[in-house]
């Protein structure tokens, strides 16, 4: 490597356009330039590791640097770097790997659709569910109902479901076929006094005045996530999926798991479907089906959809979308791996075990402190929402500075966290130990302490 290490700094804000950061944070505080990975822990350019609390973005579920990953991936590239499934076209271990994840999916699934991101993987539904409807006669069957708080992607399509507001300006789509319905956000929505069960009754009752005052027949699907990662770590309250999933079904609207961050053992089951008991329609999912060692996405598809999609194909004809990595090799290679290893690795215990005792040490640790709010999730994936006024649930004002605060603490400790607001995040590597789980919340503990 040829870059200048006391230069890089300087170098990348003269050259790179960060994806989601702000300009004037960059400028402030410079980046921290990452060059290797080993387990739980990534290493920045001056030799200094961190504990990597998020495994990259919700991906590296494997931990770093795992040689039966990059070796697979190192074969398939010298064998057949790349070729692709469009007109008729296939690929030994695409193949492969198509059956490897369908006899892995939560409920029956009779197709998987490859693509390279979460995001491209959520347009992919959307089109479905439209191809479907069009396919048995209910065109007009077209509307998205998404969450707020839901993060389904950043594409012009993807970022307009997603119920993040600073995602939309100035990119919603201006005749988007979208409709949002609340936030299952038991801590902040829920009125005083509420249990979860009557929460999530109060949710059902909102989204069927939704769907009356919208028209059943104008809308083709519902999008959730099992678990809302990047809306601020919402997991449904007690009950929702029982409540909304008979009312999707009483007017024929299909359910879209998205699993891009559950899927994959994140949650303590393989799939956030199984957590909840749910039997999706459409499952997409991304991330963890290569650990983050490669671009890719899949797409499952049921038995209901395919049958339409099938017994009208000599209609159809041609089915009018696919990305140039739709069927990559390598990213097939890598997932075939990586699920190897999930089982190999004894994941799903893993994440069982590691989330009871990361739950409780930050319940020990932070659970008393004034200014912690919430410690909320399922398996591995864990937020501490803070606050000004515990009683009252008052947040800080200037939303995510006290969120960054802590976050640049915990970085100065050497561990990885990331804020979303002011709540703060953990989904490590699903191969993390107990020890490494005590050390995360040892070092988050005072990072807390010595900002609040
Ligand atoms: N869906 C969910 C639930 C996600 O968390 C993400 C990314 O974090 C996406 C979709 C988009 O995935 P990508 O960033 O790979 O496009």
Known sequence: MTLDIQLAGRIDQQSLFHPFTAITDLKADGPTVI???????????????????????????????????????????????FFHAFNGMSIDVTIECAEALLKRAPVPMARVFFGASGSDANETQAKLVWYYNQLRG????????????????????????????????????????????????????????????????????ELEALIAREGADTIGAFFAEAVMGAGGLIPPPEGYFE?????????????????????????GTYWGSQTYGLEPDLITSAKGVTSGYFPMSACFISPKVWDVIESNAERAGLFGHGYTYSAHPVGAAAALAALRLIDEDNVLA????????????????????????????KGLMIGVELVKDRATK??????????????????????????????????????????????????????VEAVL
């Open 243 to 267: 409540e909304i999933v008979p009312i999707l079904r009483a007017n024929d609207i299909l359910l879209v798991m998205d699993e891009v961050v559950s899927g994959y053992g994140r949650l």
């Open 350 to 377: 893993n994440v069982q075990e590691q989330s009871d005792h990361l739950f409780s040490s930050l319940r020990a640790r932070l659970g008393d402190h004034w200014a912690v709010g919430d410690i909320r999730g």
């Open 138 to 205: 209910k065109p007009e069957k077209k509307k998205l109902i998404c969450r707020w708080n839901s993060y389904h992607g950043s594409g012009v399509l993807t970022a307009s479901m997603t119920g993040l507001p600073g995602m939309h300006a100035p990119f919603l789509l201006p005749m988007g076929p979208i409709v949002h319905t609340d936030a299952p956000y038991y801590y902040r929505k829920a009125p005083e006094g509420m249990s979860e069960r009557e929460f999530s009754r109060h949710l059902a009752r």
């Open 35 to 81: 060059s290797s990975g080993k387990g739980v822990r990534i290493t920045d350019i001056h030799g200094q590791e961190y504990l990597d609390g998020m495994a990259g973005l919700w991906c590296v579920n494997l931990g770093y640097g795992r040689e039966e990953i990059t070796e697979a991936m190192a074969e398939q590239s010298r064998k057949l770097s």
């Open 394 to 447: 008052e947040a800080f004002p200037m939303a995510n500075r006290t969120g960054r605060q802590v976050l640049k603490a915990a970085a100065k400790r050497s561990l990885i966290t990331r804020a979303l607001g002011d709540t703060l995040v953990f989904a490590p590597p699903l191969v993390i130990n107990r020890a490494e789980v005590d050390e995360l919340v040892e070092k988050f503990g005072d990072a």
